[in-house]
């Protein structure tokens, strides 16, 4: 059932970006498309060494699913850790630049003029 979750949760992840690839700047797409490598990359090793474990239980009468038990369950967290690095990747690779815009404004208030306008000044 694992097997089944990890391969669906990868091919609806990339079915949706696959959709919403083309709406965008070649960069975008660009990006788009590392970031479903990205989840194929993870994705297939722990679907398929999931799936091994469902084989190997179902048609063996020993326990010999238990050696790739033992090897699916810290690959999860690895997988989780190899997408979280590649974050790394994905930024340092961006062609974006980024421009500091001041947004400071300087009025100069006659204070004179502003006393006379008031209505308390009377």
Same mark, same amino acid.
């Not at 979750?5 to 992840?13: F, P, W, Y």
């Not at 960069?27 to 084989?55: D, E, H, P």
């Given at each position: ?45 722990? *679907? ?10 179902? $048609? %063996?009468?020993? #326990?010999?699913?238990? +050696? ?33 815009? *001041? ?10 003029? $502003? %006393?006379?306008? #008031?209505?308390?000044? +009377?």
């Amino acid at each position: 059932m694992v097997a089944g979750i990890d391969i669906l949760i990868a091919v609806s992840t990339c079915w949706y970006l696959v959709r919403k690839r083309n709406s965008g700047l070649k960069s975008t797409r660009r990006l788009v498309n590392r970031i479903i490598l990205r989840i194929v990359q993870t994705g297939v090793a722990t *679907s398929v060494l999931a799936l091994c474990v469902l084989i190997l239980f179902v $048609a %063996s009468r020993s #326990s010999a699913w238990l +050696g790739p038990y033992l090897v699916l369950t810290p690959l999860y967290p690895i997988a989780l850790l190899a997408l979280l690095n590649g974050r790394m990747r994905f930024e340092g690779s961006s062609t974006i630049q980024t421009i500091e815009l *001041s947004l400071e404004s300087r009025v100069q208030v006659d204070n004179d003029a $502003a %006393s006379a306008k #008031s209505p308390t000044s +009377g």
